[in-house]
């Protein structure tokens, strides 16, 4: 199941822990008629089972600046970062480099390794190509990007 | 004497085959994992109270830091070499810990989770693939997944297996690696390990051991069996033919229930207001309340201790400690307030700086055993209602969020952690934040 389809469908999500809606299964209702829908209730669709496949190596990060806006990381953004999912070309990481950690896609072409931003705006964001000397490791694949489009 | 025969691995009808997974540096890879540019840089991590050394990177070793060095001794070291230093930080650690143990868990459900850092697995039926392979991946997954680098011993014996990951760690620093399939390789690895570092090995046997010039695992492992009986009784007995590979210990899946919880801490600042105490006594008792009936039980005995700093040799010093039997067991937390209320007046002596204050409930008994005394007169179907609902509500909203009044409000005795990195993973106000 794609978050991210072009055709949006809009569901009610809710969290199953510790936010789950209570569902009303009891069916010995004490005055007046049974709920018609009760007979079609399911489970509450739980955030964590959607987004989350590999709870012991996910992890939440906060990311701010808009050097991936384009890649609809948006400033600020909340990502989840999972660590067992094998980086393939193309992916969104969270990269080390030198110690410090950047989110970028992880290009690969021709033996070469860049780390490329994505913001079309502000020509200081330039591809990084990894080369020798450098310290480098993708620290996790960005599985999902969450923003919060109303401003407080 | 001759007793060391061949290698239990080839002689084995029923074979056995044990693992341990051990977390390199655990408390310092935790804190590297979030803060990279740390990578082959000296860390050391504190006690409670930022007092003393309790982890050190490899860097930190190789300067010299000692396990268990006070703080204050080692500054000038720590500053010179610029040797980052954290105040422990459990949660973090914990939940690291946790995953690391979800990860072990999927490549066999057969695991002993020994310490917070320590798994053994039983990997008897992996033994006729090849263990190494094995061991590689496992190691892999753990790095990939979580972040935390692991050393993996494997013998036919959890002892030998201790031995076994000991000797990967500094013969096999690369690999990480290292298991015991041969009397050859047994050889190897009891020779270089000194007997004071065999798994159970305390002081005591350590000395007299020395004392009859046994220096070396191997040695022991070769010793006269009477003789390790007579002296060292049964368990030196299973010590011994564990490391000649023979397995005497299983794994204990099912941790035991707890004999007893103690909820202790050192405070922030020597204190020697009775306000204070009873503050810090009566969050104790509140804790091991919540502990209790987190595993449906209850216990019968309670006992409050407070104490003042030995090491203050300016200071008068006092060691004050009561224990009161409780008629009918109980998890409540109002009757342990209670009684760590009464108990504290009872012991409590105006005029001493106190360090540490602390509540240790025991006589444990599960919940459903508990025999109601003839002369309660406490409504326990109504406090389990509270109690249900304050846990609910504290589980929900964060620690502590509703509590008894006792515990009080200003927390003046709390912990002092001055280096404490952020609950990256446990809290959602101190993510990992990352300037992009």
Same mark, same amino acid.
């Given at each position: 199941m794609s978050l991210f389809a072009d055709k949006i469908s809009i569901q009610a999500l809710v969290a199953k822990e510790p936010l789950a809606l209570p569902i009303i299964r009891d069916t010995a209702v004490k005055a007046g008629f049974p709920s018609p829908a009760l007979d079609y209730m399911q489970d509450a669709i739980d955030l964590n089972q959607l987004l989350i496949k590999h709870p012991s190596s996910t992890f939440l990060v906060t990311i701010e600046g808009d050097s991936m806006?384009?890649?609809?990381?948006?400033?600020?953004?909340?990502?989840?970062?999972?660590?067992?999912?094998?980086?393939?070309?193309?992916?969104i990481v969270l990269a080390v480099v030198n110690g410090d950690f950047t989110v970028k896609r992880y290009v690969r072409k021709a033996d070469k390794v860049f780390l490329v931003p994505e913001n079309k705006q502000n020509p200081k964001y330039q591809a990084m190509e990894i080369v020798d000397g450098m310290e480098f490791s993708v620290w996790g694949v960005v599985a999902h990007i969450i923003s919060s489009p109303r401003k407080r | 004497m001759g007793c060391s025969g061949?290698?239990?691995?080839?002689?084995?009808?029923?074979?056995?085959?044990?693992?341990?997974?051990?977390? %390199?540096?655990? @408390?310092?890879?935790? =804190?590297r994992l979030f803060q990279p540019q740390l990578e082959h840089q000296p860390i050391v991590v504190l006690s409670n109270n930022? *007092?003393?050394?309790? +982890?050190?990177?490899?860097?930190?070793?190789?300067? *010299?830091?000692?396990?268990?060095?006070?703080?204050? =001794?080692?500054?000038?070291?720590?500053?010179?070499?610029?040797? +980052?230093?954290?105040?422990? /930080? @459990?949660?973090?650690?914990?939940?690291?810990?946790?995953?690391?143990?979800?990860?072990?868990?999927?490549?066999?459900?057969a695991i002993e989770i020994y310490s917070i850092d320590e798994a053994f697995l039983d990997v008897a039926q992996f033994a006729f693939t090849d263990l190494s392979n094995y061991g590689s991946a496992i190691r892999a997954a753990v790095l990939q997944q979580v972040g935390i680098p692991t050393t993996i011993g494997m013998a036919t014996s959890k002892t030998l297996a201790k031995a076994a990951n000991r000797y990967a760690k500094k013969a096999c620093k690369t690999t990480g690696v290292f298991v015991i399939d041969s009397e050859a390789k047994r050889q190897e690895v009891l020779e270089a390990l000194p007997v004071e570092d065999v798994w159970g090995i305390g002081r005591k046997y350590q000395i007299w051991l020395d004392a009859h010039n046994i220096k070396t695992a191997w040695q022991l492992s070769n010793s006269n069996l009477a003789w390790i009986q007579k002296k060292m009784g049964v368990v030196g007995l299973r010590l011994v033919k564990e490391l000649q590979g023979i397995a005497c210990y299983d794994l204990e899946e099912q941790p035991a229930a707890k004999q007893g919880i103690m909820t202790s801490r050192s405070f922030g600042h020597l204190i020697s207001e009775k306000k204070l105490l009873q503050e810090a006594i009566a969050t104790h008792a509140t804790?091991?309340? =919540?502990?209790?009936?987190?595993?449906?039980?209850?216990?019968?005995?309670?006992?409050?201790?407070?104490?003042?700093?030995? @090491?203050?040799k300016q200071d008068a010093q006092y060691h004050g400690v009561l224990s009161i039997p409780i008629p009918t067991a109980t998890d409540s937390t109002s009757e342990l307030i209670q009684l760590a209320m009464s108990a504290l007046d009872n012991i409590y002596k105006p005029g001493f700086l106190y360090k540490k204050a602390g509540v240790y409930v025991s006589e444990i008994v599960p919940r459903s055993q508990v025999q109601l005394s003839l002369f309660s007169s406490k409504d326990r179907g109504k406090e389990k209602q509270l109690h249900d609902a304050?846990?609910?509500?504290?589980?929900?909203?964060?620690?502590?969020?509703?509590?008894?009044? +006792?515990? *009080?409000?200003?927390?003046?005795?709390?912990?002092?952690?001055?280096?404490?990195?952020?609950?990256?993973?446990? /809290?959602? %106000? =101190?993510?990992?934040?990352?300037? %992009?």
């Open positions: 806006i384009d890649a609809f990381i948006a400033n600020p953004a909340l990502l989840i970062i999972d660590r067992a999912l094998q980086v393939c070309n193309g992916d | 061949t290698y239990y691995f080839f002689s084995s009808k029923t074979l056995s085959m044990f693992a341990i997974v051990d977390c %390199n540096n655990f @408390y310092a890879s935790c =804190e930022d *007092g003393c050394v309790i +982890a050190r990177s490899n860097e930190a070793k190789a300067l *010299g830091i000692k396990m268990g060095a006070p703080a204050f =001794e080692i500054q000038t070291l720590l500053e010179q070499h610029q040797v +980052a230093v954290f105040s422990s /930080n @459990y949660a973090l650690y914990g939940d690291l810990s946790h995953r690391v143990m979800q990860v072990l868990g999927r490549f066999t459900p804790r091991c309340a =919540e502990k209790l009936r987190k595993q449906d039980s209850c216990c019968a005995l309670i006992q409050v201790f407070i104490h003042t700093n030995a @090491y203050r304050m846990d609910k509500i504290n589980t929900l909203m964060g620690r502590d969020k509703v509590r008894y009044a +006792a515990a *009080g409000i200003s927390r003046k005795w709390k912990l002092r952690q001055e280096k404490k990195s952020p609950c990256y993973t446990t /809290n959602v %106000n =101190e993510l990992l934040r990352i300037k %992009n």
